[in-house]
């Protein structure tokens, strides 16, 4: 049984994969909803609040497609940087920009234009903050610790993600 356990909680691609995708759904829809809240002073009219009920699942789907696209769910947010954020960036752009365009020629509903700009900023900070945090936690909670001058031998894809780690502060050696 304990083992079960155990693979059940041991990481995997698939699994990050799903991980992240779970919780891009909760702060995409977050956003969308403090988007409606932030624009109207939190006091939505209902027929606004209708057009959210509508929109929200299109909203996020499209975000979470262009996401996948992007390639953001493939990288380690152990790693993330310049690079992934640029790519967020985009993405939710991209995203945004089909979502208005969709919007435009085949919604009737009510909907306020600058709930669509409030959404892309809010969207970018959440799912931002939420990829860079581990990050964070790790470079800042780690107690400070003698490393040890190390030689890596070979130059390929391994070495690399030790290096990478060595200044990510999540290994005790030092290439040297």
């Known amino acids: 049984m304990w083992n079960r356990i155990k693979e ?15 919780v891009d759904i909760v702060l995409f829809t977050l956003s969308f909803y403090l988007s409606y809240e932030l ?10 609040m209708e057009s959210f009920y509508h929109l929200v699942f299109f909203s996020v789907s499209i975000k979470i497609i ?6 953001l769910y493939h990288s380690s947010w152990r790693f993330f940087g310049l690079g992934e954020i640029k790519n967020l960036i985009k993405a939710l752009f991209w ?19 600058s709930i669509a700009i409030i959404d892309l900023i809010l ?26 001058p190390t030689i890596f ?14 200044f990510a502060k999540e290994i005790d050696y030092k290439p040297v």
Do not use: C, W
Request: aromatic share 24%; proline share 2%.
């Open 39 to 48: 624009r109207f002073n939190f006091r939505v009219p209902n027929k606004f």
């Open 66 to 71: 262009f996401m996948y696209f992007f390639k």
């Open 95 to 113: 995203a945004q920009a089909v979502f208005i365009a969709l919007l435009l020629l085949f919604y009737n509903g009510f909907f306020a234009r």
């Open 123 to 148: 969207s970018f900070l959440f799912a931002g903050m939420f990829r860079i945090s581990k990050r964070f936690l790790i470079e800042h909670t780690k107690d400070k610790v003698e490393v040890k």
């Open 8 to 22: 059940f909680f041991k990481p995997t691609s698939k699994k990050r994969i799903l991980f992240f995708v779970i």
């Open 153 to 166: 031998i070979g130059a390929n894809q391994k070495t690399f993600n030790l290096i990478k780690s060595y």
